[in-house]
Structures are given as C-alpha cells and as structure tokens.
C-alpha cells in the first residue's frame, strides 16, 4: 500500500508563475512533513517541513499548506524561477527511534524562461 | 565541503559480483540512513543507525545486503552476489539531535548497475 501518493507526475510553469504539488497520506499517525528538492546527479536537500499543529509554513517563496482532516499537505512555490526547475519530492514519517522518512514518487518541475 | 559524502561515485558491476559503498556522513552527527532510489521513484528507506547501532532495517534489506557503522562514524552497505533488480542509486544520509528538530542531510549517492 502506498502510504504515501504525490501529484501531478510533472509540472510546466511560466517563470513567475505559481507552481503546486500536492501530497495525500493514509496514516494519521505521521506528524513530520518535509519537501525535498533534487537537482538531477545530486541527493535530495530538505526544502521546507511542517509538523500538523500548524496549518501552513512559509519559507521565503515557499510555502507548505497542510490540511489535517483531509489528510493532504501541498508544496507552492511563489514567482517560479528557471533555477527551480527539479524534482520535488514530499515525505512523510513517524516518531519514534527513527525517523524515517517515506517519500513520495516525485515531480518533475519545468520553469521555462 | 562538510557534507556528506559518498564513494564511489558510480559502480558497474557484473551480476553475481560483490560490492561495497561508503558514506561518510556530517561530523558529529550520530544518526545515520541508507535508502535507495530507483530511477523516477523517491527514496526508500533501507536501514538506520544510530552511533555504531544498527537500530532498524527495512523488508527491502535482503540477506544479501549488509551494512556496518564501525565506531560510530563512517558506513558501509555491502550487496553480494549482485542481481540486476539491484541496480539504483543508494543514497546516505545523516543527522543529529533530538528527533523533533532532526533534518536529514543527503549525500550525492553511489549509483550502482549491475550488468
């Protein structure tokens, strides 16, 4: 079962648009929601992480927007820039003596110039 | 560079064929992950060790995959008799502190095909 499902597969943004990727999860159990991001050669970096007592973090042009009882968590960039073009990955865990991190199977963002 | 490093960068190997990856991770960090990442997918959670203890392993982990954290510092993931399902990209990463402000810190990741 996957726990958890991540969309759109791939995503074309105008630069300066608004780009969102969107995350849903099973478990209501998770409490750790972090974005990474991933330039292609290169390992995954944390973006930007929400735990579910807040509804919505922001971090410069990036914004996590989590809905606990529809159990969704979004990802939006702000003013899209061509340097952001990579692929953004959600993730989710559990506390406990590991935190270990379930991610999603990706998106594929394009910011076209 | 203080970040995690892996080696090496890239593995060909023939089928049947053993091999070992590196992770050195941050210092001072004691929590330390492997996960592996096949291409198009996200990351998948192989095993954790905190310090030199190997504390979880996934289902993913087969018997002929074994890892090691000698000392608490650098690791090691050895894959004998290498098959072709096992060609992806193995990724480490590390942290610290208490689990509530953790954030893992991934390395470029060794990427292993197997012929």
């Known amino acids: 079962q996957q726990q958890v499902k991540q969309s759109p597969q791939s995503l074309i943004v105008q630069k300066g648009g608004i780009s969102i990727i969107n995350c849903a999860y099973e478990?209501?159990?998770?409490?750790?929601f972090p974005w990474y991001q991933q330039f292609p050669g290169k390992g995954p970096a944390l973006l930007i992480a929400?735990?579910?007592?807040?509804s919505e973090k922001k971090e410069g042009r990036f914004t996590i927007s989590f809905n606990k009882s529809a159990k969704q968590f979004s990802l939006h960039i702000m003013d899209s820039q061509p340097g952001d073009s990579a692929t953004y990955f959600c993730a989710v865990s559990l506390s406990g003596s590991a935190r270990q991190l379930t991610f999603g199977s990706g998106t594929q963002l394009t910011v076209l110039p | 560079d203080t970040g995690v490093s892996q080696n090496p960068r890239h593995k060909i190997t023939k089928r049947g064929q053993n091999v070992t990856f590196r992770c050195d991770p941050i210092s001072e960090h004691n929590r330390l992950y492997w996960y592996r990442q096949t291409l198009g997918q996200g990351p998948e959670f192989l095993t954790y060790f905190q310090n030199e203890a190997q504390l979880e392993k996934s289902r993913l982990l087969s018997d002929r995959f074994s890892a090691e954290r000698p000392k608490g510092s650098f690791s090691t993931l050895e894959i004998q008799r290498t098959e072709q399902g096992d060609s992806a990209m193995y990724l480490c990463?590390?942290?610290?502190?208490?689990?509530?402000?953790?954030?893992?810190?991934f390395g470029p990741g060794t990427r292993l095909l197997v012929l």
């Open positions: 478990n209501t159990a998770f409490d750790y």
């Open positions: 990463a590390s942290s610290w502190g208490t689990i509530l402000q953790e954030t893992q810190y």
């Open positions: 929400i735990r579910p007592d807040v």
